[in-house]
């Protein structure tokens, strides 16, 4: 008699859109990172603000031409859908038929959630391509800033970033797709 070990069901997208309609998540916040279904803490109210504010600095602050989503899926592959707590893609919302697959800047706020934003979601984005990365570290007060995207097997997803920057309060941000925007780390965190 042969023998195997338990192998883990990876779900897709399709999959987990069923499972949401058919009530399975039953009001939990969930998103699919490389095929697993991914149940997100309750936010506190430091997250929250900060993902209102971040988001709110960035709609005022982008020139025309591009769409700053709070917490919405972004089509990662058939695997993944996360839902990063500040995308910012190219274009209108009516430019678009279905989330979109990549973007210009992520933005995870993190206190709870460092370690998994730095490792798994870092990983995840970085496979994805996305080019400009921040975390709103709440716990250090500081953002993180990822940058250059490449192969590399010592992370989850098989790649990560080459470039990261510490920025705390006096020092400003500025997005990689419209670098004429400096926004003040001090403005962005509680």
């Not at 274009?91 to 800047?105: M, S």
């Amino acid at each position: 008699m042969e023998t195997a070990e338990p192998q883990a069901r990876r779900w897709t997208r399709e999959e987990f859109y069923r499972m949401g309609e058919a009530g399975l998540f039953n009001g939990q916040r969930a998103e699919l990172i490389d095929g697993e279904v991914m149940v997100l803490s309750p936010q506190n109210w430091p997250h929250a603000a900060t993902v209102d504010q971040v988001a709110e600095a960035l709609r005022l602050a982008l020139p025309a031409g591009f769409w700053v989503r709070a917490q919405l899926p972004l089509a990662l592959g058939t695997s993944s859908d996360p839902e990063p707590d500040v995308s910012v893609v190219s274009g209108h919302r009516a430019d678009y038929r279905d989330h979109p697959t990549t973007a210009v800047l992520i933005v995870e706020v993190s206190d709870t959630s460092l370690d998994y934003d730095r490792t798994r979601k870092a990983s995840l984005y970085a496979r994805a391509g996305i080019r400009d990365y921040w975390i709103f570290n709440l716990v250090d007060r500081q953002v993180e800033v990822y940058r250059g995207p490449a192969p590399d097997a010592t992370q989850p997803y098989g790649h990560g970033y080459t470039s990261t920057t510490t920025l705390v309060p006096p020092a400003a941000v500025s997005p990689l797709a419209a670098p004429a925007v400096s926004l003040p780390v001090a403005d962005l965190l509680p």
